[in-house]
């Protein structure tokens, strides 16, 4: 947890408050719903190990993949300031271990530790920047020009043309707005087009 890119740059004493008012790396198993539409939240939640895909079910109850949250990711930090519900589902989507901090503990950090409020900042500016490429991407380009841009964004942020897929091509395409079987399509389609190579989960840009 303390690698968690919300508590850099703090101090060693910083870090030691820190353990006290934490609750520590819970095993939380493949398939576990960490939270829920409705459900009182009111801890922030940081992602030590695995993954968690953070979710909306619609009208029908078709998952549509928001965001996903990798290791050092903080997730519901919106409790932390208010009782409000969430609007979410979070699920592991492989064995996970969790860390988390109260309301009360987190705001009493806060107050002392003005660089936490920095980088809590930072991050939620990010996640807000990552959401509006997401809208993007899925609102107004055709199925495979929206494989075509994720796959270019992530290979901007990794800064490398040979990476691999950070999620299931089922997360994927529901991240993306299209069926799986629409994915595959416009994956060989680029294939096809020689504009990417394609090894299982490992793509190379061309």
Known sequence: MQGAPIFQGLADADIAELVTISVHQQTVKKGTILYSPAAPLDRMIIVDQGRVKVY??????????LYMLQPGAI????ALFSDRPQANY??????????????AD????????????????????????????VSALTGNLTAKNRVLAYLQQLGQEKQTHEFDLPIRKK??????????????RQLSQLVADGLLQLDGKHVSLI
């Not at 997730?75 to 919106?78: H, K, Y």
């Not at 989507?93 to 860390?99: A, P, Q, R």
Request: charged fraction near 25%; hydrophobic fraction near 40%.
């Open 56 to 65: 909306q079910l619609n009208e029908n109850g078709k998952e549509k993949v």
């Open 75 to 78: 997730d519901s930090e919106a």
């Open 90 to 103: 979070a699920e592991a989507v492989e064995d996970t271990l969790v860390c988390s901090i109260g309301r």
């Open 171 to 184: 997360e994927l395409a529901s991240f993306l707005g299209i069926t799986p079987e629409t994915l595959s």
């Open 106 to 133: 987190f705001q009493g950090l806060l107050h002392r530790v003005p660089t936490v409020a920095f980088n809590l900042l930072n991050i939620l500016g990010d996640r807000l920047t990552a959401l509006e490429s």
